[in-house]
């Protein structure tokens, strides 16, 4: 049969169909977010959250908007690399218009798995927040089927423990069997409500942190609570492979925050004053453990400083890391988040 009109204008209806169906299903990726201020962006509420003071936000987007670095974090360049924009925190879901289009973020800074000195709400918490999302049917069966979901576990819950129990880590080993068993239960519960991929972060080098590493002058991280983190990240890629054992998939990935701390860290020694090994932040109190990043007197003169150029700075503030910190850590990334779309 020769190729008429009528097949021409068939074949190019097909291939539109096909086209704008690809463009359709890629605009559906859902990003639901899980955890603490790694990839929290807002849901501290403005009058206590030090994340929405000065001068949070100097380099994105120009002013606080709740999140603790001072720029992107984690979260961001996730829905970049996935092709959507950076879904909106739970908080303000009903000051937004169409605010359930990339997925939402349910994370607060300062959270853990367990309850933590952070009076917001933990991870089980968060995740019921989705649940009840998913019973009103504010997502459906062909949003959750393009999913991804991210959780961050930063060590919130291990600064508890420290603070509660200065005399007793020989139980240490304990805790973190404790905040595996639910861990794994909170995972295993977002994936029974229909997220089809789920990334994990390992937990990052809690040793280099500048709040435990200004003892030595920046100098030295704290090779005891390196080690810590490296037991950490041991069980929850255990707990991981057996979870993918269980639906005999490969649906739970980790990110290797630990790794990717170093490797980012290595690229700003260069640039970071002598000795400091990349570990002092760009803003801090004038005096430490009295003033932090964004302390202010009673008449609003600044108690901190800041650094001249955040972008040579690995980390924001004692605890964050910069926005270009967490964009060298998402470069060591990236090699893994592409199992989040296949």
Same mark, same amino acid.
């Given at each position: 049969?020769?190729?008429?009109?009528?097949?021409?204008?068939?074949?190019?209806?097909?291939?539109?169909? *096909?086209?704008?169906?690809?463009?359709?299903?890629?605009?559906?990726?859902?990003?639901?977010?899980?955890?603490?201020?790694? *990839?929290?962006?807002?849901?501290?509420?403005?009058?206590?959250?030090?994340?929405?003071?000065?001068?949070?936000?100097?380099?994105?987007?120009?002013?606080?908007?709740?999140?603790?670095?001072?720029?992107?974090?984690?979260?961001?360049?996730?829905?970049?690399?996935?092709?959507?924009?950076?879904?909106?925190?739970?908080?303000?879901?009903?000051?937004?218009?169409?605010?359930?289009?990339?997925?939402?973020?349910?994370?607060?800074?300062?959270?853990?798995?367990?309850?933590?000195?952070?009076?917001?709400?933990?991870?089980?918490?968060?995740?019921?927040?989705?649940?009840?999302?998913?019973?009103?049917?504010?997502?459906?069966?062909?949003?959750?089927? &393009?999913?991804?979901?991210?959780?961050?576990?930063?060590?919130?819950?291990?600064?508890?423990?420290?603070?509660?129990?200065?005399? &007793?880590?020989?139980?240490? @080993?304990?805790?973190?069997?404790?905040?595996?068993?639910?861990?794994?239960?909170?995972?295993?519960?977002?994936?029974?409500?229909?997220?089809?991929?789920?990334?994990?972060?390992?937990?990052?080098?809690?040793?280099?942190?500048?709040?435990?590493?200004?003892?030595?002058?920046?100098?030295?991280?704290?090779?005891?609570?390196?080690?810590?983190?490296?037991?950490?990240?041991?069980?929850?890629?255990?707990?991981?492979?057996?979870?993918?054992?269980?639906?005999?998939?490969?649906?739970?990935?980790?990110?290797?925050?630990?790794?990717?701390?170093?490797?980012?860290?290595?690229?700003?020694?260069?640039?970071?004053?002598?000795?400091?090994?990349?570990?002092?932040?760009?803003?801090?109190?004038?005096?430490?453990?009295?003033?932090?990043? @964004?302390? *202010?007197?009673?008449?609003?003169?600044?108690?901190?400083?800041?650094?001249?150029?955040?972008?040579?700075?690995?980390?924001?503030?004692?605890?964050?890391?910069?926005?270009?910190?967490?964009?060298?850590?998402?470069?060591?990334?990236?090699?893994?988040?592409?199992?989040?779309?296949?």
């Amino acid at each position: 049969m020769p190729f008429s009109f009528f097949h021409l204008l068939c074949y190019i209806t097909i291939i539109f169909a *096909v086209n704008e169906g690809a463009s359709k299903s890629k605009s559906k990726l859902r990003l639901f977010v899980f955890g603490d201020s790694y *990839v929290d962006t807002g849901n501290w509420r403005k009058s206590i959250g030090s994340s929405w003071k000065e001068p949070y936000g100097i380099t994105f987007p120009g002013k606080p908007s709740g999140r603790f670095s001072d720029g992107r974090v984690l979260t961001d360049y996730i829905a970049s690399y996935l092709g959507i924009r950076t879904p909106i925190a739970y908080k303000w879901r009903k000051e937004v218009k169409r605010s359930k289009e990339y997925g939402m973020n349910f994370a607060y800074g300062g959270t853990g798995v367990l309850d933590t000195l952070a009076n917001q709400p933990n991870m089980t918490t968060q995740i019921d927040f989705f649940q009840r999302l998913v019973e009103q049917k504010v997502y459906g069966k062909q949003d959750l089927d &393009n999913s991804v979901g991210l959780i961050s576990v930063a060590g919130n819950d291990y600064a508890t423990y420290l603070a509660r129990n200065t005399h &007793n880590l020989q139980k240490l @080993g304990d805790f973190t069997k404790k905040i595996m068993d639910q861990l794994e239960i909170n995972i295993d519960r977002i994936r029974g409500l229909g997220v089809k991929r789920i990334a994990v972060t390992l937990i990052e080098p809690m040793g280099c942190i500048p709040l435990q590493a200004a003892s030595s002058s920046y100098s030295n991280c704290t090779q005891a609570l390196n080690l810590g983190s490296k037991f950490h990240n041991q069980m929850l890629n255990q707990s991981l492979q057996n979870l993918n054992a269980k639906d005999n998939s490969t649906v739970f990935i980790t990110l290797d925050l630990y790794d990717a701390f170093f490797s980012a860290l290595n690229k700003f020694t260069t640039h970071a004053p002598a000795g400091s090994l990349g570990l002092k932040p760009c803003c801090e109190g004038k005096e430490m453990g009295k003033y932090y990043c @964004g302390s *202010v007197d009673e008449s609003g003169a600044k108690l901190y400083t800041i650094c001249e150029n955040p972008n040579l700075s690995f980390f924001w503030d004692t605890l964050h890391p910069s926005q270009n910190g967490w964009h060298s850590i998402f470069s060591s990334l990236r090699s893994s988040l592409h199992k989040l779309t296949t």
